[in-house]
């Protein structure tokens, strides 16, 4: 749909099952058990397998705006990096920064496994209510923001489930970088 070159690294929005993809990591827009649950998180438990929620409750959960890393076990992904966005209230609660820790605190993970590719979702968009236009601007400029903090990354995937999600996150995406040939 887009891509943007940003230092060494291309970014991408596309429309797909994230569970699908072949990357280093897809990012799971997860709860704070880290157990499953619905939508994105529910599909990627689904896809990984039972393995993944064995790996998920030695972990002891996650906090709102932090991130963990497990195997990806049957997912074309290596990795899975559990990140738990808030909850939308209104944008009085802290939301924003809060959000903004997920896609920082995946970057970091990311850089510390060296990892080269990864695939987020719209954090937060859907039964957590964030408002996807926030939301999107949030995901790239933080997104872009932490490529600092993992230099190993070349590729970045947003990949939302449906048109409308996409289109917003490749307007955020088309104010940086430079288009990519091809």
Do not use: Q
Not at 56 to 75: Q, S
Not at 99 to 106: D, E, G, N, V
Not at 128 to 144: E, G, K, L, Y
């Amino acid at each position: 749909m887009l891509s943007r070159r940003i230092g060494g690294a291309e970014l991408e929005v596309i429309v797909a099952d994230i569970t699908t993809l072949s990357v280093d990591a897809i990012v799971n827009a997860a709860n704070t058990s880290l157990l499953g649950g619905g939508g994105v998180d529910g599909a990627i438990h689904r896809a990984a397998g039972p393995d993944l929620v064995a790996e998920c409750r030695m972990l002891h959960g996650c906090k709102t705006g932090d991130a963990k890393i497990t195997k990806g076990y049957r997912l074309k992904a290596a990795h899975v990096i559990h990140t738990v966005g808030p909850v939308w209230n209104g944008g009085t609660l802290g939301e924003d920064d809060l959000l903004a820790s997920c896609y920082r605190r995946s970057m970091e993970l990311c850089g510390k496994h060296k990892l080269t590719s990864v695939a987020f979702p719209a954090i937060s968009t859907g039964i957590f209510r964030f408002p996807a236009d926030r939301a999107a601007d949030i995901a790239v400029r933080t997104t872009i923001e932490g490529l600092a903090a993992a230099p190993s990354v070349a590729r970045v995937v947003f990949c939302c489930f449906a048109e409308p999600g996409a289109k917003l996150h490749a307007e955020a995406l088309a104010r940086y970088g430079s288009p990519c040939a091809g």
